[in-house]
């Protein structure tokens, strides 16, 4: 691969160039049949890090950086600490203050207390308001992936729309992989969409 992407001449979209250079692999991995933003999102990020693993330590990355490619951005599990709180996950504490910089309302690590519900009270990961709307966005990481942490997942998001009806639980690893190459667009897209529809209405 990296020797098809050296032949690959220099120009203002190098991504583009590379995406048409493999569209034979692409059509046999189904691009044509994605249908949602979303699928068509976490593909290009999957063969943009594809791209950038293939150029990295490459004698001219960095002159194809200028030519178009953007540097990813950078990141680290372990930060994760936001105004003071330890947040437990870099994606938590990085859709923080890109919310903060986007200048939009939210609480973070809020304690509630749901109706009927086993446990004396939960953490809220975020409530997100804008446009006289709320949505309760919860951050997925490994912990989630065990049976009984889905199980209480389950009950959790079935007791929050009993009296809410506007939730989003993002995964760790897409919310990681948005920002590097993405700056959190794709996070800052999907919490948006929820905040600018017929869900979440406060008054």
Not at 42 to 60: D, P, Q, V
Not at 79 to 105: F, M, P, Q, V
Request: aromatic share 10%; charged share 30%.
């Amino acid at each position: 691969m990296v020797n098809c992407i050296c032949e690959i001449k220099k120009g203002s979209n190098i991504i583009s160039e590379i995406l048409q250079h493999f569209q034979p692999e692409l059509m046999s991995y189904g691009w044509s049949d994605f249908e949602s933003d979303e699928e068509r999102h976490e593909a290009t990020s999957y063969i943009r890090n594809l791209i950038s693993f293939s150029i990295e330590g490459f004698g001219e990355y960095d002159s194809l950086l200028s030519s178009g490619l953007e540097k990813p951005s950078d990141w680290s599990d372990d930060d994760t600490t936001y105004k003071g709180n330890n947040l437990h996950s870099a994606a938590h504490k990085r859709i923080c203050a890109l919310l903060e910089s986007k200048k939009i309302k939210f609480y973070f690590e809020s304690m509630a207390i749901i109706p009927d519900d086993v446990k004396s009270y939960r953490r809220i990961d975020l409530t997100i308001i804008k446009n006289n709307r709320a949505c309760i966005v919860e951050i997925d990481g490994a912990a989630h992936r065990s049976q009984k942490q889905q199980q209480d997942d389950y009950e959790r998001d079935r007791l929050i729309t009993n009296h809410w009806n506007n939730t989003l639980r993002l995964e760790y690893g897409w919310v990681k992989e948005d920002f590097i190459f993405n700056n959190g667009d794709g996070v800052l897209d999907k919490i948006l969409s929820r905040l600018d529809g017929k869900s979440g209405s406060i008054i």
